[in-house]
C-alpha cells in the first residue's frame, strides 16, 4: 500500500490528455461546411480522419497542450508545485510535448508507448469573434494504462486533478479511477473539470456516479456543462443542486465571471477587463489553475476566484492556452 508523507511535496497532480493543440483562423462558413459545432469540441477516432482535417487548414501554430496539461503549466507558473501524469506515443510530437511541460516546470515522467497511434492532436478553428472549436485525435493518449500511473507522486500530491475529456476511452478511465482510490486513500482532495457537454453526453451517469459517491472535492463546470449535468435548462437551480452534493463547486460564466459555493458561502466574482479578445483556447483551464493554486496556497474562496479570473483573462488575450507572461508577477500586481 502507498504510504503517503506527512507533507505534500506537489501541489496539484493532473491526469489528462497529452495533446499538441495546432491553432488556425477559420470563419463560420468553414465550421458549418465542416459540420462542427462552433465553440465545442468533437473526437477523431482515426488517424486519416486527423489527417483529412489538418490538409484543410489554414497556416497556423502548435503549442503544446491538453486541458488539465494547461492547467498545471498554468499552476507552475504561478509558483505552485505541480505534475502532470499523460501518455505521448515515441514520436516528434511526443517529444514536443514532453520538452515544453517540463520547461513549463511540470513534473513529468509517464513512460512513452511505442508503436501507432501517434502523441494526440487537437485541430482547433479560431473565429473571429475568438470562439475555439475543437477537433480531437487523442492517439497514444487514449491507452494510458493503470500501470503507468505513479501512486506515490499521486499520494503525495495535495489535489489530485482529472480532466473529463480522458474519461472516454476505457484504459485511462479505469486509471482515473484508481488514481482517485489512491487520492482518497492518501487523504487527499479531488478535482475533476467536466470539459465539455460533449462528455456529459456521453459518460454524465457516470460523473454524477461520482459525485453521488462523495468522490469528488471540487468540481469545475462552465454554465452549459452544469445544467446538463442537472440535467434542467434552470441555471440556479442546478447551481443549487450539484452545490449540495460537492464540497465546492466553481462555475466559469464568460464575460460575466465566475462564481463558487464551498461551506455554504457563495462568492461571485466579475470577468477581468481585458484589451481584445484574440481566442478562448484555455480559458477553463487557466481559470482552473488560478483557482486551484489559490486553495493550495491558502487564499480565500474570493481571492482564488479572483486569481482564476486573472488567469483566464491572460490566456484569451493571444493564441494558444498557455501563459506568455510572467503569471506570478501578473497575480502580485493584480491581487496584492
Not at 500501470?147 to 486533478?161: G, K, T
Not at 480522458?166 to 484504459?171: A, N, Q, R, T
Not at 454554465?223 to 437551480?237: I, K, M, P, Q
Amino acid at each position: 500500500m502507498t504510504q503517503p508523507s506527512p507533507t505534500p511535496s506537489l501541489d496539484v497532480v493532473a491526469i489528462g490528455n497529452a495533446i499538441v493543440d495546432v491553432l488556425s483562423p477559420a470563419d463560420d462558413a468553414f465550421i458549418a461546411t465542416e459540420g462542427m459545432t462552433k465553440g465545442s469540441m468533437q473526437l477523431m477516432f482515426s488517424p486519416a480522419e486527423a489527417d483529412a482535417l489538418y490538409a484543410k487548414m489554414g497556416p497556423g501554430r502548435e503549442a503544446s497542450g491538453g486541458s488539465a496539461a494547461n492547467t498545471v503549466a498554468g499552476i507552475a507558473a504561478l509558483g505552485g508545485r505541480t505534475g502532470f501524469i499523460g501518455q505521448v506515443a515515441d514520436d516528434q510530437l511526443g517529444e514536443v510535448f514532453a520538452h515544453d511541460i517540463r520547461a513549463a516546470g511540470v513534473r513529468f515522467d509517464t513512460p512513452v508507448r511505442a508503436g501507432e497511434p501517434t502523441t494526440g492532436r487537437c485541430l482547433i478553428f479560431v473565429t473571429p469573434d475568438g470562439q475555439r472549436t475543437m477537433n480531437t485525435f487523442l492517439g497514444a493518449g487514449q491507452f494510458l494504462p493503470e500501470a503507468a500511473l505513479d501512486r506515490q507522486v499521486i499520494a503525495d500530491s495535495a489535489i489530485l486533478y482529472l480532466e473529463g475529456y480522458l474519461w472516454d476511452p476505457e484504459e485511462p478511465r479505469a486509471a482515473m479511477r484508481a488514481a482517485i482510490d489512491v487520492a482518497r486513500g492518501a487523504g487527499r482532495k479531488v478535482a475533476f473539470t467536466l470539459s465539455d457537454v460533449f462528455c456529459i453526453s456521453r459518460h454524465g451517469g457516470d460523473f454524477r456516479a461520482l459525485i453521488g459517491e462523495g468522490l469528488i472535492d471540487i468540481l469545475f463546470a462552465n454554465e452549459n456543462e452544469l445544467t446538463a449535468l442537472a440535467r434542467t435548462d434552470d441555471f440556479e437551480g442546478a447551481v443549487a443542486s450539484v452545490a449540495r452534493q460537492v464540497p465546492t463547486l466553481v462555475v466559469t460564466r464568460g464575460e460575466y465571471g465566475a462564481l463558487a459555493i464551498q461551506g455554504g458561502e457563495r462568492i461571485e466574482v466579475g470577468a477581468e477587463p481585458i484589451d481584445r479578445l484574440v481566442d478562448t483556447t484555455g480559458a477553463g483551464d487557466l481559470f482552473a489553475a488560478g483557482f486551484l493554486h489559490g486553495q493550495a496556497s491558502g487564499r480565500d474562496l474570493r481571492g482564488s476566484l479572483r486569481l482564476g479570473a486573472i488567469c483566464a483573462a491572460e490566456v484569451i488575450g493571444h493564441y494558444g492556452a498557455r501563459p506568455e507572461v510572467d503569471l506570478k508577477a501578473l497575480a502580485a500586481e493584480k491581487l496584492d
